[in-house]
């Protein structure tokens, strides 16, 4: 299944994606029987609701499909996407998660993850503009896998921590060098405003496959600039939430980007900065591609 955030009457509302077109989640809930959501609800109460029987909501969505023509909401291409989970309770990201990326910044290998936050405010949809060269000359781009917790879990072992898991999506973790290494935190350079393009849909699992063998790719202006597998991870899906499930609890429709490779713009000679009127993409097999205009 894949679910997506789409704009309806100035509010957003969960759809699912059949082939091109998406179906309303909650008029297909209703339809099939099941108890529906709050008119408004988002994908993170959907998970709230659901994440533990998304098999079930993925039947209500195809029953839709054959049976509940007003269910559809429109085709995919024709309506405006937003981050597929836009209120998070935590957006958690990790650095220096590839070996190739640990050697660019001239690091030691880390021994625990490195473990940073972002907002929600930093959440944007996979085809809107990131509007950040105003507050920075030093723009970067981090093509990266973004897992999606659809159950609460508090101190999960490795072997169970995939179980935690609602889906993946694409994300770009946009970065503002420069307020980056202000100090000696990262939050500035990685928390403005609208920077974080993520999407296109949360892709449940059983249509990904294994998450920890995925090809990543990431381009500027139709040039690759970065190009790994999710299989090159230092620290694995399972084994990152694990760890941070140990200090705190994981919620439904909570965001843990896994970190990305080699190729980033400030570590190039030159850098590549990225610009007003660039074009950034990020692609992931089986999961999607993001595209996003900088201005």
């Not at 957003?12 to 339809?31: F, K, P, Q, S």
């Amino acid at each position: 299944m894949r679910l997506v955030s789409y704009r309806s009457d100035d509010a957003w509302r969960t759809g699912a994606v059949l082939g091109e077109v998406v179906y309303d989640v909650d008029a297909a809930l209703i339809g099939s029987g099941m108890p529906g959501l709050a008119p408004r609800a988002t994908t993170r109460q959907l998970l709230c609701a659901y994440g533990h029987m998304l098999g079930d909501v993925a039947a209500a969505v195809r029953h839709a499909a054959a049976e509940l023509p007003s269910a559809q909401a429109g085709g995919v291409a024709d309506l405006q996407l937003g981050a597929p989970v836009g209120d998070p309770e935590k957006v958690l990201c990790i650095g220096l998660n590839y070996n190739d990326h640990v050697a660019e910044t001239g690091r030691a290998l880390p021994a625990h993850p490195d473990v940073f936050a972002k907002f929600a405010s930093t959440l944007i949809g996979p085809h809107d503009e990131i509007r950040c060269a105003q507050v920075t000359d030093n723009l970067d781009f981090e093509g990266e896998l973004a897992v999606v917790i659809g159950r609460p879990g508090r101190d999960v072992a490795p072997h169970a921590a995939l179980d935690l898991v609602a889906g993946v999506m694409v994300l770009n973790d946009i970065t503002a060098r420069d307020l980056q290494y202000h100090g000696t935190q990262w939050l500035a350079g990685k928390a403005v405003d609208g920077s974080t393009p993520c999407g296109p849909a949360l892709v449940t699992l059983d249509e990904v496959g294994d998450p920890q063998n995925l090809e990543l790719a990431t381009r500027v202006n139709g040039v690759q600039v970065q190009r790994s597998n999710t299989k090159h991870m230092i620290f694995s899906i399972a084994g990152l939430i694990s760890y941070i499930s140990r200090f705190l609890t994981l919620s439904p429709g909570d965001i843990i980007s896994t970190g990305t490779p080699e190729g980033i713009g400030s570590k190039r000679n030159p850098p590549l900065w990225l610009g007003p009127g660039d074009t950034v993409e990020v692609e992931i097999e089986r999961v999607g591609t993001l595209r996003n205009v900088v201005r």
